[in-house]
């Protein structure tokens, strides 16, 4: 699910079409955009910076239409888009542009074209477990690496649950907790910056289902499915992991595991059992 950063009617004077007159004496052009953004770490934080700014949109979008001339209304709106969705944050953006002058020998009131443009831009889920040394700096360090630069955006984490250890030798209780995120990475570029986390929290992998001051698994990446010698998407064991699908779900109740179904309804046929949910968070 996404939220909608909308604007109306931005009137721009622009000198587009493919007669003389249109280009040398020009018209009053409207837009219309609408915007898919997650806005939810702009509303929890309060800050600008999260979101986008519709100020910079409508001067971005105004100097395009005021800008070099084109011949169609088609060209114009998919220059907007691209516009719009050169923000990392913008997942899909669908603009529409007005031409209520537009010299058609009929009475009509306005003529317009929209489009719709998706960005490349894919939703990943990636999972967050310590048992070693200090658990939630661990959980934290893995946060910041993630979120740090371009590769990954619209960060949000989940709550952190504390989690009985099942299977390998005895250990410690882990914290838990999982990040929801957009990237133009690939999946294996995803599952290298996991790594890169590990490593960021001095992973040591020496034994099988050990301690593990941190480890970051990839759930899923939009809808992929994938299984080879270093990657199988969606995690294989994720149905079976209430310690992944509570802290999901706090994120996304309508969140889905693709090939297992709604993970509202895989959570409650596993039940909660095994964890608890802290006062923490990342």
């Known amino acids: 699910m996404t939220d909608r950063i909308r604007l109306r009617g931005l009137r721009v004077h622009g000198h587009h079409g493919v007669l003389p007159a249109e280009r ?57 888009a691209d516009a719009c969705l050169a923000d990392r944050r913008v997942i899909a953006a669908e603009v529409t542009v007005h031409k209520p002058a537009a010299p058609v020998p009929l ?21 967050l477990g310590s048992n070693v040394g200090d658990r939630l700096a661990h959980l934290r360090l893995a ?11 619209a960060v949000r984490d989940s709550p952190v649950y504390e989690t009985e250890p099942v299977g390998g030798p005895p250990q410690e209780a882990y914290l838990n907790a999982v990040v929801l995120a957009r990237t133009e990475l690939g999946p294996r570029e995803v599952l290298a910056l996991a790594q890169e986390a590990e490593q960021a929290a001095g992973r040591v992998r020496d034994v099988r289902w050990g301690p593990r001051s941190l480890d970051v698994d990839v759930i899923s990446y939009g809808d992929l499915v994938v299984a080879d010698e270093t990657l199988t998407l969606p995690h294989p064991r994720a149905a079976e992991r209430a310690f992944v699908l509570a802290p999901w779900h706090d994120l996304d109740p309508d969140a889905v595991l693709p090939g297992q179904g709604p993970v509202a309804d895989l959570l409650r046929w ?8 802290t006062e923490e968070r990342l």
């Open 143 to 153: 946060v910041d690496v993630l979120a740090a630069g371009p590769r990954l955006v």
């Open 270 to 277: 596993l039940g909660p059992g095994g964890i608890r949910r």
């Open 24 to 80: 040398e004496l020009g018209q009053a052009f409207v837009v219309d955009a609408d915007l898919e953004v997650d806005t939810s770490l702009a509303a929890e934080t309060d800050t600008v910076a999260h979101t986008v700014d519709y100020a910079v949109l409508a001067r971005t979008l105004a100097g395009i239409v005021g800008g070099g001339p084109v011949n169609l209304l088609e060209t114009l709106a998919a220059r907007l």
């Open 107 to 127: 009475p009509v009131s306005d003529v317009a074209v929209t489009v719709r443009r998706v960005g490349k831009l894919r939703p990943v889920v990636l999972a």
